[in-house]
Every structure is written in C-alpha cells, then in structure tokens.
C-alpha cells in the first residue's frame, strides 16, 4: 500500500472523516500545508505520549495536575462533577463557576462493566473527605444513564452534609415550542417557574 | 498554551475543521484512540518528508515514478490532463481510462502569477514530443480558469497532429432538470444529442 493511500486510511480514525473527506485532507495538506502538518505529527506524537489525566479531577492534562486543580484562584467549596473533558471545557465556556471539577469519564452502566470504580468514585469519596467542599453541582447528561450516575452520587452527598444539585432541566433558550420534544414539554410544563 | 490547546489549534489546519471539531477530534483520539493516533503521526510525518511530485506526470507519489506512469499495462498513446491529483483519483475510480495522466496543480490564473511554467507546460510539451501520445484528453474544470486552460492546451495540441477532447458538458446523470443551474440547461439545449 502507498504511503498516501496508508495516511488516507489513517486519517479515518478521526470522529467524522470518511473515504473522501480523507481524501481531501491528505491532498491539501501535502500539497498546500506541509510545514503545518509536519507541524501537526510532532504534537499529535507528543500529546499522545505526555498527555495523561490529571491526578485530583482525572481531566486531559500534561501535568500531573490540571492548570484548575493547580490554580489559587479557584473556590475550594464548590465541586461540579461532569462526564468529560469536553463537557468540563464547556462549563469553564459558557459559566463563571469559579470552583474546581471532578471528571467522571462516563456514566455508570453495570451492563458494559462500568461499575462506580472505573469511573473514579473511590478518589472523589477521598476528595470529598479531604477538601473543604461543600456543594457539589452534578453535570452529567439528561440522559437515562447520565441520570443515574446523578442518583447515585447525590445519595452518596446525602450521607453527608454535602449539598447536592442538579442542572436545570426545560425548554433551551431560544428554543422554539413547537420543535422541543415531547418529553422536555412535559418536563418544563411540570416544573413551571414563577414569573 | 497547554499541549492539548495546541494540538486542538493544530487540528484546524485541516480543511473543514473548526474550533468545535478540532476539540472532539482531539478528545476522541486521546481518550479511545491513543495507538491509532500514534500511528497516524508517524504515517503524516513520514508522507510529508518522503511524498513529492511523479517526475513524469506530477502527481503525488514517495516514489521518482508514480504507479501509473511505471505501470507496462498502461495505453502510452492517451493523456488524460487534470488539475489536480484529486481530479485523477476520481477519473481512475470512475471510468475505464487506460492511458496515463498529466497533473497540473491548478488552472492558468496570470492575475494570480499562475503562468504556463507553474502548470508544467515545458514538461508537459517534452512529453507530448518525445512519447507516442496520439490523443488528448483535457479533464480541467468546467469553470471559467479550467475552459481558459482547456483552450490554451488544445491551440498547442492543435499545432501537432495529436487529437484533443475535452470532457462531455451537460446534464448531469440523475440530476432533475428542476434543479440544474440554467447556464448548464442552456448548454445541454444547445449541444442536444441524436437519439
């Protein structure tokens, strides 16, 4: 196999990069971008051989500990826990939570062996007892299974004396009724908010 | 900036990949991909040092000699000219041309500096003089630099005795008259074939 058709199999790996979207990157950055791409292979091989999780909140970092478990400016009080990286990015995005995160790298789900070990339950217990925390913002998916992980780590808050709270649930802003779907309607119509 | 900031930034070098994109990519190979994305590096790294032009046909090869212009299988009395090595995969895939390819990396533009040389005329009239090529056949684009370059190529052909086509214009198969821009209906009019 030729080398260009070995790096247009290769780039497939990549979450939504088929045969011809392969095609056309190996093209563009052969033909127009070579010092870039070069550029790109030596940080790939570096991230991918330095960057690990982050010893207190398990976030992507390079470090044994993440620039916000590391910083002095954040509020040691307040814990959110999310599923990942990516969702931890987009709170730091949209919010001004200024406390610290705890990354749960999935949900629970018993059936595909991941039980509250591989999701790291046995460090936030440790955490949760070290740290002065005192609330705890659990940002998991309003999924089924993101709700559950939810359950179980707000009974595990309410043994202690740990507040506990979830994200609100309804309609998106700027969503219009008539395309949210039926079960969000029901959802928002039931805990209906004064205005 | 953080190696994984730096890896998301390199990411958007790749045609169609925005900042959101960049960071699912690299989410997606550090947590579930790490070996693959290794791999990848490697591959990009060695395409970008070995691959260069075909010394004969220009297209992307990490060989002097492209498969095609090495192959004895081919029909050496037909050239088939395109504008880029993109353009040659999709001709190889999808008809049944046994002749070989001429590339050249894009279209007459002289506001541009894009002139004869930068396309490889002086290669491209060598070749024409020393092999045996008695047909041309010139698959440039059907936009207004790929006709200008068409043209330029058939007033050279046209001073030798070698035949010169360029590609069927009109309809195409599968596409409802409805939809077709009028330019093309227009021309498909005009050229109507004998049935």
Redesign the interface.
Known sequence: M???S??MS??Q????VGPK?A?????????K??T????????????????GECNRCRT???NELC?ICLSDKRNAEQLCIVE???DL?QIEQSTDFSGTYFVL?GNLSPLDGVGPAELGFPNLVDLLAKEPINEVIIATSSTLEGQTTAQFIAQMCNQTDIECSVLARGVPLGGELEYVDSSTIAHAFGSREKI
Request: contains cysteine; positive net charge; proline residues 4%.
């Open positions: 030729s080398l260009l070995q790096l290769s780039f790996i990549l979450p939504g979207s095609q056309r990157i190996c093209f563009n950055l052969l033909q971008n070579k870039k791409a070069l550029e790109l292979a030596d940080i790939l091989k570096q991230a991918c051989e330095k960057i992507l970092t390079e620039r990942s990286p990516a990015m790298h």
